[in-house]
């Protein structure tokens, strides 16, 4: 079985976390890793430890996410690797959501992941490679209480990437779906000392895309679920 091989990577919605942890992973893999995000001055320090690039990009707006891929494959070469990382809420009681800030959470949820994989896939298709991932939550598959922005945007992104697995797969272009279902470590959010390992560990998670990523053609992954041993399936 043949594991696949990748040269350049491109994260969008990076920042720290899944994104810093992923970074991390593919640069000791000896992989190019592009970053973009809104605004790129928090990226600096993860930059400096891994050579990576930061790209500024508001992934909602089509035209900058066409000169992104652009910038990217000009300086750093086309990405065969493309992670959709971005997300935003909006969050309270259903009846006193402000429609324009729902619009804007299921934009930068799902619309964004579309205009991001669509620039990928035009640049995959002439080589028939290429491993497009998109980061989804425990909203993608079980809606809750004051979050149905955030989940409205889970789940056109879930179903984004199965209508792009079943199209892109025979072309060559690995798409998978990640259900990050728990709470993520973080410096500022640890687990209590008598639940040890309740949390995802943001290095674990990037783990799990790796993996994906070195599957052969003749066993792809398309979703994948997350969560430690607290949750409830």
Not at 48 to 73: K, M, S
Not at 84 to 106: K, T
Not at 110 to 119: D, K
Request: charged content about 20%; hydrophobic content about 45%.
């Amino acid at each position: 079985m043949e594991t696949p091989t990748y040269k350049n990577a491109l994260i969008v919605g990076a920042g720290e976390g899944i994104s810093a942890s992923l970074t991390r992973l593919l640069a000791r893999e000896g992989i190019r890793v592009a970053l973009a995000a809104r605004q790129i001055e928090k990226l600096g320090a993860l930059c400096a430890e891994t050579g990576a690039r930061a790209f500024a990009c508001n992934a909602t707006d089509a035209g900058e996410v066409e000169r992104l891929f652009g910038l990217v494959e000009r300086e750093m070469g086309v990405p065969d690797i493309v992670v959709y990382n971005a997300s935003a809420r909006a969050r309270g009681n259903f009846v006193d959501l402000v429609p324009a800030e729902v619009a804007q959470a299921i934009a930068v949820s799902a619309f964004g992941g579309f205009l991001v994989a669509q620039q990928a896939v035009k640049r995959m298709l002439p080589n028939k490679h290429g491993a497009i991932l998109f980061t989804g939550a425990s909203a993608s598959v079980k809606g809750y209480p004051q979050s149905a922005p955030f989940a409205m945007g889970k789940f056109a992104l879930r179903g984004l990437a199965q209508s792009m697995a079943r199209e892109l797969s025979p072309q060559g272009i690995h798409v998978a779906h990640f259900v990050i279902d728990g709470g993520i470590r973080s410096s500022v959010r640890v687990e209590p000392a008598d639940r040890p390992d309740s949390m995802l560990d943001p290095d674990g998670i990037a783990q799990g895309y790796w993996n994906v990523l070195q599957q052969p053609r003749n066993a792809w992954t398309w979703e994948l679920e997350l969560r430690p041993w607290v949750e409830k399936f």
